[in-house]
């Protein structure tokens, strides 16, 4: 375990984020905003590598790669607010249309596994980008390896309700139409990301969530090495909880089943702070608090969803909740 002792709050912090899709690419938004107001002034995101879908799967499949699309999303969210950041954000972003072979492939996927051919090297690739788009941040890989996720299903078998099924596949795994029970990665200890573990060892804090909670966020805590350096640094960690449940992957699931998921697997993870929604949590929130309180954690509330849309976290509102978090240390 890291001797450092934390880093007091009164100046710029170092924040490692971990997760995938939409959901990281929000909460990257915001800590973006915080890199502008010189309350951040080292950020890197570490993303998941298990897609199998879309233009990421295809491109794993043929190649062999590391799937780009949720690492080409959080160069994405990191790019400036200047025009040829956005720009370029937006290019990097556009998904061909047509009938042929190209149909459905990003070019940011492209340009991404294109850099990987030539350096032989995913993480001064992503760098190569990140400096192209001018990003407020690091983006790295979870793993160097491409992952599998499988997962315990039950409830997939009609005639056998009770009995557990094994659904392998990151998409199959978020569509699957039974209860998740656990979760595993393929192979089990992937080769960490170096830059990822060094990353951790040195932050303020470290972000977990939101996002798709048992395909995009979970995974992070199943790599050993990861896994390891999470538990033994001295950063903050906080969690953040999804607004609303998924259709397959968390149907069903509140704030609190959130939580409990994620520390039956990984029940040595220290939890600095929970943040949810305020609205979201409702009438649970009682529940919610037991829960946060018996992991030894805070819970920090804020209205941190869209206004009108409550599926989908603001990034200037979780901004400001991330800030309000570091400032109280």
């Known amino acids: ?5 934390p880093a007091p709050v009164d100046r710029a912090q170092s924040v490692v984020a971990f997760g995938g899709g939409h959901g990281l690419a929000a909460s990257l938004q915001a800590l973006r905003l915080l890199v502008a107001d010189l309350v951040v002034d080292d950020l890197t995101a570490v993303v998941t590598v298990a897609d199998n879908g879309g233009s990421s799967g295809r491109l794993r499949s043929e190649f062999g790669v590391l799937p780009p699309g949720d690492l080409r999303m ?4 990191l790019c400036g607010e200047h025009q040829w950041g956005d720009t370029w954000a937006r290019v990097l972003q556009h998904r061909f249309a047509g009938h042929g072979e190209m149909n459905g492939h990003v070019i940011g996927n492209l340009l991404i596994v294109g850099l990987w051919e030539q350096l032989g090297d995913p993480v001064a690739a992503l760098d190569w980008v990140g400096r192209l788009l001018g990003t407020s941040g690091r983006v790295l890989p979870m793993a160097l390896d491409p992952l599998d996720i499988t997962a315990a299903v039950r409830g997939v078998d009609a005639g056998a309700p009770a009995s557990l099924t094994t659904v392998r596949g990151q998409v199959e795994v978020a569509t699957t139409q039974g209860q998740i029970v656990s979760i595993a990665l393929d192979p089990p200890d992937p080769r960490p990301c170096p830059e990822a573990l060094v990353a951790v060892t040195e932050a303020d804090w470290v972000v977990l969530g939101p996002g798709s909670w048992f395909t995009s966020v979970m995974p992070h805590v199943m790599v050993p090495a990861l896994r390891t350096a999470l538990v033994g640094t001295d950063a903050r960690v906080v969690v953040v909880l999804n607004l609303v449940d998924e259709v397959g992957e968390t149907f069903g699931f509140g704030p609190r089943d959130h939580l409990a998921a994620l520390m039956e697997h990984a029940p040595d993870l220290r939890v600095h702070t929970v943040l949810a929604d305020r609205a979201c949590v409702g009438d649970g929130l009682a529940d919610l608090e037991e829960a946060v309180a018996s992991y030894g954690a ?5 209205d941190v969803a869209t206004a009108g849309d409550s599926q989908h976290h603001d ?12 400032a109280a240390g």
């Open 315 to 326: 990034p200037q509102r979780l901004a400001a909740a991330y800030a309000e978090i570091m």
């Open 1 to 5: 375990m890291s001797t450092r002792a």
């Open 74 to 77: 959080a160069l994405a969210a």
């Open 298 to 302: 805070r819970l920090h509330l804020a």
